[in-house]
Every structure is written in C-alpha cells, then in structure tokens.
C-alpha cells in the first residue's frame, strides 16, 4: 500500500508565494515521475509540473518561469515552489506518482489534493 501526504496549501494575495510538498510512503520498489496537477471548479484536471527520476522537467504554458518542481529522491518527496501567484491558478492540486511494486509493475498513484486559493 503507498500513499501520498501532501501539504501546504492555502490561501494567499496575488503576487505571493506558496510551497507545496508531497511525501510518498509505503512499499514500492522505485519512483519514477513525480509531479502537480490542478483542478479547477467547472475545469478538467491539467498537468502543473513534473519530473522524471533522471531529472527532466515539463511545466504547463501558464506556470513556466513562475513555478518550480524539484525532488529528493532519496526521501521520495516532490516539491512544487510557485511564486508570483494569480488569481487563476486557483485550483485543488494533486500530487501524483508514477511507481514500480517489488515485482517491477507500474501504478500511478494520487495525493488527495491541496486547495490553493489566490485573491486579487
């Protein structure tokens, strides 16, 4: 059994910064990517960030040069740095883990989500 804990969401004014982090705990063989979601109200969950094991990154369009993934692997934790925030960036933020079992299958994990919530 794996599970993600996330954390640190919450509300800020726009222009600020917030820190989310997600720890992956339980038995698995290996973590390969790592990564952010978000979800809107009335929107489909859409890729933030995410980073392979070897360190490549993706960022979506409207978050690239504000947000930064980053990741430890030997803690198997993902962090998401996101600066100057804006009001549309609003959304609840899934963490989610693509990993290997003992026996080398893949499964895709998700965090139960953070509300971020930017005010004008």
């Known amino acids: 059994q794996v599970q993600l804990v996330e954390s640190g969401g919450g509300l800020v004014q726009a222009g600020g910064s917030l820190r989310l982090a997600c720890a992956a705990a339980?038995?698995?063989?290996?973590?390969?990517?790592m990564g952010w979601y978000r979800q809107a109200p009335g929107k489909q969950r859409e890729l933030v960030a995410r980073?392979?094991?070897?360190?490549?990154?993706d960022y979506a369009d409207s978050v690239k040069g504000r947000f930064t993934i980053s990741r430890d692997n030997a803690k198997n934790t993902v962090h998401l740095q996101m600066n100057s925030l804006k009001p549309e960036d609003t959304a609840v933020y899934y963490c989610?883990?693509?990993?290997?079992?003992?026996?080398?299958?893949?499964?895709?994990?998700w965090g139960q989500g953070t509300q971020v919530t930017v005010s004008s």
């Open positions: 989610n883990v693509d990993l290997r079992d003992a026996k080398f299958m893949p499964y895709a994990y």
């Open positions: 980073m392979s094991i070897g360190g490549s990154t």
């Open positions: 339980g038995s698995f063989f290996s973590i390969d990517a």
